[in-house]
């Protein structure tokens, strides 16, 4: 109970930082914008919200995909917009076109998502002004920045503990599992407790899948974190812990079914 009551407490915090941290990226990023000239400021705060995701990384990943589909999105439209009319058979055909080369090329389909929205966007906004391709640009590339910024200096992602936390819980279970192991065998083996120990062997192995996908969050939140290099030296040691209980659970799994048959 405690433990769970701790996971929704570090949850709560943590949604209250990221609200802090779009928050403030989005108000940073717009009035940079206007102060440049923008006046569309609204599209860097947009690139931030959409940018901002659960690591460093994962957000500088996307806010490059974002900055190139804009890019490709805009050369795609540029060209031929002036000769074609506001509709939706011009606008599926646009974006038709805009779409083809990047799924041959195999971009990501973030990449892909971006070139739709760019193209839609741009084909009715500049026949309204002819300063929106220019404001696209500079505002995506204003927020996108802010956004990777912003989350680096305000509580940097850093899963390292809670991957910690999972781990260790993963370990009291396997040494139980070996407790309930020893006491079967010591009592002859029956059936039934053989049959509900293999399903706890099952479960575990799903726990164990869960610590290693914890540990892959963990590595990723350290990349592009310059305060987590004293991390590192953490998450080797979890890695190294793992593998001992791996050898450990292997071992437990293969003696289980021999004594059981």
Not at 198 to 213: G, R, S
Request: glycine share 6%.
């Amino acid at each position: 109970m405690d433990i769970n009551k701790g996971k929704q407490k570090l949850e709560l915090i943590k949604g209250l930082i990221l609200i802090a941290k779009i928050s403030i990226a989005s108000g940073v990023s717009w009035e940079l914008a206007k102060m440049l000239g923008s006046k569309h400021p609204y599209l860097a705060p947009l690139t931030v919200i959409l940018s901002i995701q659960e690591t460093i990384q994962h957000s500088a990943v996307y806010a490059f995909y974002r900055i190139i589909g804009t890019l490709f999105g805009i050369a795609t439209t540029i060209f031929i917009i002036k000769h074609l009319e506001v509709n939706g058979w011009t606008i599926g055909l646009l974006l038709t076109i805009g779409m083809v080369l990047p799924v041959v090329l195999r971009l990501h389909k973030t990449i892909i998502h971006q070139i739709t929205l760019t193209i839609l966007l741009v084909f009715v906004f500049v026949h309204k002004t002819t300063y929106y391709v220019s404001n696209r640009i500079r505002d995506t590339i204003i927020g996108a920045l802010v956004a990777i910024i912003v989350h680096i200096i305000i509580v940097p992602p850093n899963y390292v503990k809670e991957a910690r936390r999972t781990l260790t819980q993963f370990g009291i279970d396997l040494g139980q599992l070996f407790e309930k192991v020893a006491y079967w065998v010591n009592n002859n083996c029956t059936f039934v407790e053989g049959e509900n120990l293999i399903d706890d062997t099952t479960n575990l192995l799903q726990e164990l899948h869960q610590v290693e996908k914890e540990l892959r969050k963990a590595e990723k939140s350290l990349r592009l974190n310059p305060f987590g290099r004293n991390k590192k030296q953490q998450l080797k040691q979890n890695e190294q812990f793992l593998f001992q209980l791996k050898h450990g659970y292997t071992y437990i799994s293969g003696v289980l079914t021999t004594f059981n048959d």
